[in-house]
């Protein structure tokens, strides 16, 4: 049996409340510069600011760039996605609220993951497919469904 290792999935829980944060604050910006795609742009150009500060005082090194020009075409998407789902975040929040956006958000990333942990793609570990992992994900997807459910109509004037 494998102990529950709670400093980690504290700080998964607690990474979680960030973007559970950012996106209702990427929406408010993004509504005061006019645009939902200004607002993504704003919260990225921060997260590249804070992240090569923190790099550089923390590792204080810079990588040979050949390595990111020899890598797989796939490394490309990582940033893609971030893209993607910043400015998803901003336009979507307002429209579904933030506990059905991330239900949603949190299906879809299930629901993948399980496929990354089963093949071991981007040369991770591979996880097996148990019934209680489907169970998992089929867990999360009925929340979804209720809070959607639960939302109809619910929006406070």
Known sequence: ????????LLTAVLLGT???LQAPINAWIGRRLGSPYW?????IGISVVVILAFTLLV???????RIV????????????????????????????????FFTCVVSGQMLISLLVDRFGWFELPM???TLER?????????GMLLIQRGSEGSEVP
């Open 134 to 142: 489907i169970l998992g994900v089929v867990l999360v997807i009925a």
């Open 18 to 20: 960030g973007l559970g």
């Open 39 to 43: 607002g993504a742009s704003f919260s």
């Open 1 to 8: 049996m494998n102990l529950i290792n709670w400093p980690l």
């Open 127 to 129: 996880r097996s497919l």
């Open 59 to 65: 590792i204080r090194s810079i990588p040979d760039p």
């Open 69 to 100: 020009w020899a890598a797989p075409w796939w490394v490309w998407l990582g940033g893609i996605f971030g893209a993607i789902f910043v400015a998803g975040a901003v336009i979507l929040v307002p429209r579904l609220g933030v506990a059905l």
